[in-house]
């Protein structure tokens, strides 16, 4: 019999089991913590597993054991439950991902509490992350806790091109963390994490068909020889898609712009001793696309190359250092031809201390290489190229603990990033047991976003050198109430920013000053075989520089989220439903450009699974329910209704 799955797990936990499988080492932290000899011992043992997947595949408990909420790991930069973490974090695990069959990383990030998510068009076409209403460079995008945000003159990390079945968890950090993690999370923090390998094996082979003509193929293997935990995955999606734009409005043909994108993860990993261990990860992704009805085509590869060693220095310091490349190239050809790569190189060193009974340090330093190279051709003697690089360091702390009923929460970060006289940002946020399970929350931060190289030097995209950081500062108050898995938030917030960049004049300018204050409902947990994750954010995202302070372009006041599954005999059963209020956009098909409404919009999808055998699994999803048109920019089609189908095999029998 099928239970509803949520990542959570009992109290009777044992840490061995825990440790041998990883993919379940998470949802066990809370069972057996009391029992190691230090809570940097425990983080010893926990968060390389924790980093790669915690909390999947855990399931209600039997019998009467207690439940315990999710784990969490970005809020401080080691473990703990989600019901202690003072930021606003939300977290995708991998059995989340399974369930709600999704074949897009964007498709699941849109369920989340205060992020929108826009599209021009189809599967894989370009796109826009937004978190309490501040997208593009200023929601920083992590994999493997390297910056994903391409260096272009874009910002975005290009989260429309990553399919899921190498990505293990997702957590998202909701508010400015600069202090936390640098330049670029004004909004909030995406943090990726993908698959890695596990003490037992374990082996997949998967295969999903469906509407227009839509295919995923994926086969994914881990175990362990001796001491050394292998992993590899691929994966392979091919979509025939949609009109991007809407005929009717650009007088395109109506021609359906496909995509196909080969994903490709491996993992190494050495434990040589006991609390100490080296590895070696590469991960990769390239997606090809046609835009505008097929009238154009683009390619969007990211590649990840990491070596990283996690070592005990002693029973109370756990030390982890990474040294990382990431490259993202961006290549368009067609009307007009464009060929950017990017490159991140970094060196990560982060340390995690107990220093006594309920107070943990953190610290570390960070020293990054950032390039971007490439060419551009309008056409009519509009073309050139560019070749620029900076280096960026910073140093970084933080404490926390907890004392009689308060929690505490300080970090502080300095970055030095070449150009630019040294930034400083600062976290405080504070937390007061109630009783009965509440607890009142606040927090005051600051933050900083240094241009990407292509804001600065891409001259035929609005390249200005003389471009400023931008700068800004957040206040949020709420009331938690937790019990179990059961944890529910309510959070007033709000985040000003200044010398914000704004395209004018054919450049990017330090004009824009924008507001973002709201209210967010949030709530997760299980009872009697069900599973709910709920949401409701109410924001006003405004452009201080206008008259009336009007809402910023393609920003909605309200967005709404409620996904269940609930456990039927051997089915498990799914529905989530997404709602975004109205928003104004620009009809750039007009000259002058011509505001817009986008009218507001309710999608449902439906997932049931199930098992046909101990090796075999199918499962399938139904998206768009009500075939509901819509658009998340002007012009620009949604994808509607579908089916799709998908057979898994488990070769091992696990």
Same mark, same amino acid.
């Given at each position: 019999?099928?239970?509803?799955?949520?990542?959570?797990?009992?109290?009777?936990? +044992?840490?061995?089991?825990?440790?041998?499988?990883?993919?379940?080492a998470?949802?066990?932290?809370?069972?057996?913590?009391?029992?190691?000899?230090?809570?940097?011992?425990?983080?010893?043992?926990?968060?390389?597993?924790?980093?790669?997947?915690?909390?999947?595949?855990?399931?209600? #408990?039997?019998?009467?054991?207690?439940?315990?909420?999710?784990?969490?790991?970005?809020?401080?930069?080691?473990?703990?439950?989600?019901?202690?973490?003072?930021?606003?974090?939300?977290?995708?695990t991998?059995?989340?991902?399974? !369930?709600?069959?999704?074949q897009?990383?964007?498709?699941?990030?849109?369920?989340?509490?205060?992020?929108?998510?826009?599209?021009?068009?189809?599967?894989?076409?370009?796109?826009?992350v937004?978190?309490r209403?501040?997208?593009?460079?200023?929601?920083?995008?992590?994999?493997?806790?390297?910056?994903?945000?391409?260096?272009?003159?874009?910002?975005?990390?290009?989260?429309?091109?990553?399919?899921?079945?190498?990505?293990?968890?997702?957590?998202i950090?909701?508010?400015n963390?600069?202090?936390?993690y640098?330049?670029?999370?004004?909004?909030?923090?995406?943090?990726?994490?993908?698959?890695?390998?596990?003490?037992?094996?374990?082996?997949?082979?998967?295969?999903?068909?469906?509407?227009?003509?839509?295919?995923?193929?994926?086969?994914?293997?881990?175990?362990?020889?001796?001491?050394?935990a292998?992993?590899?995955?691929?994966?392979?999606?091919?979509?025939? /898609?949609?009109?991007?734009?809407?005929?009717?409005?650009?007088g395109?043909?109506n021609?359906?712009?496909?995509?196909?994108?080969?994903?490709?993860?491996g993992?190494?990993?050495?434990?040589?001793?006991?609390?100490?261990?080296?590895?070696?990860?590469?991960?990769?992704?390239? /997606?090809?696309?046609?835009?505008?009805?097929?009238?154009?085509?683009?390619?969007?590869?990211?590649?990840?190359?990491?070596?990283?060693?996690?070592?005990?220095?002693?029973?109370?310091?756990?030390?982890?250092?990474?040294?990382?490349?990431?490259?993202?190239?961006?290549?368009?050809?067609?009307?007009?031809?464009? !060929?950017?790569?990017?490159?991140?190189?970094?060196?990560?060193?982060?340390?995690?201390?107990?220093?006594?009974?309920?107070?943990?340090?953190?610290?570390?330093? +960070?020293?990054?290489?950032?390039?971007?190279?490439?060419?551009?051709?309008?056409?009519?003697?509009?073309?050139?190229?560019?070749?620029?690089?900076?280096?960026?360091?910073?140093?970084?702390?933080?404490?926390?603990?907890s004392?009689?009923?308060?929690?505490?929460?300080?970090?502080?970060?300095? !970055?030095?990033?070449?150009?630019?006289?040294?930034?400083?940002?600062?976290?405080?946020?504070?937390?007061?047991?109630?009783?009965?399970?509440?607890k #009142?929350?606040?927090?005051y931060?600051?933050?900083?976003?240094?241009?990407?190289?292509?804001y600065?030097?891409?001259?035929?995209?609005?390249?200005?050198?003389?471009?400023?950081?931008?700068?800004?500062?957040?206040?949020?108050?709420?009331?938690?109430?937790?019990?179990g898995?059961?944890?529910?938030?309510?959070?007033?917030?709000?985040?000003?920013a200044?010398?914000q960049?704004?395209?004018? /004049?054919?450049?990017?300018?330090?004009?824009?000053?924008?507001?973002?204050?709201?209210?967010?409902?949030?709530g997760?947990?299980?009872?009697?075989?069900?599973?709910?994750?709920a949401?409701?954010?109410?924001?006003?995202?405004?452009?201080?520089?206008?008259?009336?302070?009007?809402?910023?372009?393609?920003?909605?006041?309200?967005?709404?989220?409620?996904?269940?599954?609930?456990?039927?005999?051997s089915?498990?059963?799914?529905?989530?439903?997404?709602?975004?209020?109205?928003?104004? !956009?620009?009809?750039?098909?007009?000259?002058p450009?011509?505001?817009?409404?986008? /009218?507001?919009?309710?999608?449902?999808d439906?997932?049931?699974?199930?098992?046909?055998?101990?090796?075999?699994s199918?499962?399938?999803?139904?998206?768009?329910?009500?075939?509901?048109?819509?658009?998340?920019?002007?012009?620009?089609?949604?994808?509607?209704?579908?089916?799709?189908?998908?057979?898994?095999?488990?070769?091992?029998?696990?």
């Open positions: 019999m099928k239970t509803a799955r949520f990542s959570s797990t009992p109290a009777s936990a +044992q840490a061995p089991a825990c440790i041998s499988q990883p993919r379940c998470a949802a066990h932290f809370g069972a057996w913590r009391a029992a190691m000899p230090s809570r940097a011992a425990q983080v010893v043992l926990f968060l390389p597993a924790a980093l790669s997947c915690a909390a999947a595949h855990a399931q209600l #408990a039997p019998g009467n054991a207690p439940l315990l909420p999710p784990v969490v790991v970005s809020a401080t930069g080691y473990p703990q439950p989600l019901s202690t973490a003072l930021p606003s974090v939300s977290v995708i991998r059995e989340q991902i399974e !369930d709600y069959a999704a897009n990383l964007t498709t699941l990030l849109q369920q989340v509490a205060g992020v929108q998510v826009t599209s021009n068009g189809g599967p894989g076409q370009s796109g826009n937004y978190v209403g501040f997208s593009g460079p200023d929601v920083l995008v992590l994999l493997d806790g390297v910056p994903l945000n391409a260096q272009d003159s874009t910002g975005v990390a290009y989260l429309n091109n990553l399919t899921t079945d190498q990505i293990q968890r997702i957590e950090i909701r508010g963390v600069s202090a936390i640098g330049s670029g999370a004004i909004g909030g923090v995406v943090l990726i994490t993908t698959r890695e390998g596990s003490r037992k094996p374990q082996g997949s082979v998967s295969v999903t068909v469906g509407s227009r003509d839509t295919t995923t193929t994926s086969a994914d293997a881990s175990g362990q020889i001796g001491k050394t292998l992993q590899a995955g691929v994966s392979r999606y091919t979509s025939q /898609g949609i009109p991007s734009q809407n005929p009717s409005q650009s395109l043909p021609q359906a712009d496909g995509y196909r994108n080969t994903t490709a993860h993992s190494v990993v050495q434990e040589w001793a006991a609390g100490q261990r080296m590895g070696l990860r590469a991960f990769s992704s390239e /997606g090809r696309y046609t835009y505008d009805n097929t009238e154009n085509a683009g390619q969007v590869r990211q590649e990840l190359g990491q070596l990283f060693s996690d070592n005990q220095i002693n029973p109370n310091w756990l030390s982890h250092l990474d040294l990382s490349q990431q490259t993202t190239t961006n290549a368009n050809a067609g009307s007009f031809t464009s !060929d950017y790569r990017t490159r991140v190189d970094q060196l990560s060193w982060r340390n995690v201390v107990q220093l006594g009974k309920g107070w943990t340090a953190t610290g570390g330093l +960070q020293v990054q290489h950032q390039g971007i190279t490439g060419r551009y051709d309008y056409g009519y003697g509009y073309a050139g190229s560019l070749d620029r690089t900076r280096t960026a360091k910073a140093l970084f702390a933080g404490l926390n603990g004392f009689d009923g308060n929690a505490l929460q300080f970090n502080v970060r300095h !970055d030095s990033i070449e150009g630019y006289s040294g930034q400083n940002t600062g976290y405080l946020g504070y937390g007061r047991e109630l009783g009965g399970g509440f #009142a929350i606040a927090s931060s600051t933050a900083f976003n240094a241009p990407p190289l292509g600065l030097y891409d001259i035929g995209n609005g390249g200005n050198p003389d471009l400023r950081p931008e700068k800004a500062h957040s206040a949020e108050g709420g009331l938690q109430w937790s019990r898995p059961n944890v529910w938030r309510a959070t007033l917030f709000q985040t000003q200044t010398d960049w704004q395209y004018l /004049g054919g450049a990017f300018q330090n004009v824009a000053r924008s507001r973002t204050r709201g209210l967010e409902l949030t997760r947990g299980s009872w009697n075989n069900w599973a709910y994750d949401n409701l954010t109410l924001q006003q995202p405004v452009d201080l520089t206008k008259p009336g302070h009007p809402t910023l372009q393609r920003r909605a006041r309200s967005l709404a989220n409620v996904a269940i599954n609930h456990a039927m005999g089915l498990l059963l799914g529905a989530a439903v997404h709602y975004s209020g109205p928003r104004m !956009d620009k009809n750039y098909g007009a000259y450009a011509t505001d817009a409404v986008l /009218g507001s919009y309710t999608t449902v439906l997932t049931v699974s199930g098992a046909i055998t101990a090796q075999w199918w499962n399938a999803r139904v998206q768009n329910l009500f075939d509901k048109k819509y658009q998340m920019v002007y012009g620009y089609n949604r994808e509607p209704f579908g089916v799709f189908v998908g057979l898994t095999w488990h070769p091992l029998g696990l």
